[in-house]
């Protein structure tokens, strides 16, 4: 098996024509489909099916093509890296937005100083999304909220967040700031809160049905930015992690723990399998789990306590 028929067949199957394929290539088709049908008598299975608009990965395909992806990313860093005394390459990490409030810029420059070779790419994203990219192999780690063990990934889970009642210091003009709130007394505010498909929400929802009341969900927002700026200009509160409330809103807006032992958000370092990654990719968990305990113990994370496994 060589690359470059790895690399024919990836092109074929993301642009779903052979013919395509092959102009784009500078191959004539003729000579592409010979690689292409060399290819599956070594693997000893079909990896396309024609169509009549062209052709589509069998299932051993789509499963082929995957790998061949990740295979081919990885030749072209080891070429990189071969080039280079130091460790590069390309890195890709997915953060939801209220982590890379937090997280992404401390985050670009430990890794610039550590790894200055090392490309990134960082994608903020609902964790979902970013789960969603994981298993395309579009990114190579994210600090996911929820994580499915079924999935071939490397877990590790690093903190966990208390939830907060975010809100004008006049909106809630009974108690301090820092003071604790119940859950029936959160209900009784008027609520942003993200639609009832994000993992804040579910687990927000689920403290209510414990405590046996109805909130006052004024407003369903998907995006942190739009949803915050909302808390600042209108009498209406909201629950979110701390670093929700930091940043632009420091000052502006006042954090009310959730009286709850069951309601916090796990943030889990995620990532492809470890055979998978690129040394690149594994210096940069590396610094992520390293920055993100650093910046719990030194208090510059509300809420947040260093998960213990």
Known sequence: MELRQLRYFVRVVE???????????GLVPSALSQQISRLEGELATRLLQRTATGVIPTDAGLAFWRQA?????????AVVAAREARLSGAVSIGFAPSTASLLA????????????????????SLSGHLAGMLNARLLDL?????????????????????????ARPDLVS?????????VAEAARLPLAMPSKTHGLRILVDAAFDRAGVEPDIALEI???????NTVIDTPIATIQPGVAAGGMHEGRLCLYPLDDPYLFRRNVVTSVSDDE?????????????????????????????????
């Open 222 to 228: 998907d995006g942190l930015t739009t949803l915050m």
């Open 277 to 309: 990654l690129s040394p690149a990719a594994l210096a940069a968990r590396v610094v992520l789990a390293d920055l993100m305990r650093t910046l719990v113990r030194d208090g510059h994370w509300p809420g947040a306590t260093i998960h213990e496994s």
């Open 15 to 25: 642009l779903g024509s052979m013919g395509r394929a092959a102009r784009e290539l």
């Open 105 to 124: 810029r401390p985050f670009i420059a430990a890794m610039h100083d550590r790894y200055p070779d090392v490309r990134l790419h960082l994608v903020e």
């Open 69 to 77: 992806q990740m295979a081919l990313r990885h030749a072209d860093q």
């Open 174 to 182: 009974d108690r301090q700031p820092r003071q604790p709130m119940t």
């Open 142 to 166: 994210a600090v996911l909220f929820q994580t499915d063990s079924g999935r071939h990934w490397s877990v590790l889970p690093l903190l966990d967040e208390k939830l907060f009642v975010v």
